[in-house]
């Protein structure tokens, strides 16, 4: 089960922007009152943070109006900016996802704590769409564990399996490691650096920077 956003997709930074320039667009938010550090948040997805945001900033949920106007926009802004410099996956997605669906021993499926709208323009901009499904998104729930349950369930459905022997979690972001143990999940991180150490301390099995080291990943997901 594959996270998107700097799992799949390159699109942290830009995401980030377009989703902060999009609070200031629709909402009229400060953005030097907000806090950017995502992992402060009670639910690191697209929905749980809008909803914290409002409930700090306005002392109420955002109305669904309010939400589908900053979903436009959201995408709007992510369009424009990848008009000027192109969403790159992260090396080797494309090969693993294909390598994995090719097995009978492995169901693939994506848990994004994106919205659907703006996750399927990712997927396609790298045409990492159609490769990967089921597929369970913010719209869901705003708790990324209860993404990861919906992922689970469809991919119950989808493959026709009455359980799976073990689900791995494939994340860059300590939520992801966080929301992993809560489900009993096995988690691997993509990361480098300081994110890596970080993936490691939360209970990463192990990191890896990209999907280029394909018998190494599999070694762990087999194991
Ligand atoms: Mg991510």
Not at 34 to 63: F, K, M, S
Not at 85 to 94: D, F, N
């Amino acid at each position: 089960m594959f996270d998107l956003d700097g799992t799949l997709v390159d699109s942290n930074p830009v995401d980030s922007q377009c989703y902060l320039q999009a609070l200031v667009d629709v909402f009229g938010f400060d953005l030097d009152k907000i806090d950017r550090n995502w992992g402060n948040y009670p639910h690191v997805t697209d929905a749980g943070i809008l909803q914290t945001l409002c409930q700090v900033e306005l002392g109420r949920v955002p109305t669904a109006i309010e939400i589908g106007d900053y979903q436009c926009r959201f995408l709007e802004l992510l369009v424009l900016a990848v008009s000027q410099k192109s969403l790159q996956s992260i090396e080797g997605a494309s090969e693993i996802l294909e390598y994995l669906s090719m097995d009978d021993n492995y169901a693939i499926a994506l848990a994004t704590g994106a919205w659907k709208q703006t996750a399927d323009f990712k997927l396609q901009q790298t045409r990492l769409d159609g490769i990967i499904s089921p597929m369970a998104y913010a719209d869901d729930a705003h708790a990324r564990v209860e993404i990861m349950k919906f992922a689970e369930r469809r991919s119950l459905e989808f493959y026709r399996q009455s359980q799976f022997e073990t689900v791995t979690y494939i994340g860059d972001g300590v939520w992801d490691g966080i929301a992993s143990k809560q489900l009993n999940y096995n988690f691997i991180g993509i990361g480098t650096g300081k994110r890596a150490v970080d993936l490691l301390a939360t209970g990463a099995r192990s990191v890896f920077p990209h999907y280029l080291d394909i018998g190494g990943i599999m070694s762990v997901l087999s194991t």
